[in-house]
């Protein structure tokens, strides 16, 4: 899964998504360029709900990777 932050996404957001997911037992890799900030989520994503991210503050988009079985 990858979340895509909005261009001006505060870093308290940032922090607040990154807590969010670690409390769940997620690992993370963050990858911040000029205009973007992408977090990307490891781990067994079929337990998260896209919806509940998408609405928190800062974020503009929640992709799946498609599972290749």
Do not use: C, W
Not at 3 to 31: G, V
Not at 43 to 52: A, K, P, V
Request: aromatic share 2%.
């Amino acid at each position: 899964m990858l979340i895509i932050m909005k261009k001006h996404a505060e870093e308290a957001a940032l922090d607040s998504i990154k807590e969010y997911l670690i409390t769940r037992d997620f690992d993370l890799h963050q990858s911040t360029g000029a205009n973007r900030t992408i977090i990307g989520v490891i781990g067994d994503t079929d337990t998260l709900n896209d919806h509940e991210i998408e609405t928190m503050p800062g974020v503009s988009q929640v992709v799946r990777i498609r599972k290749d079985d």
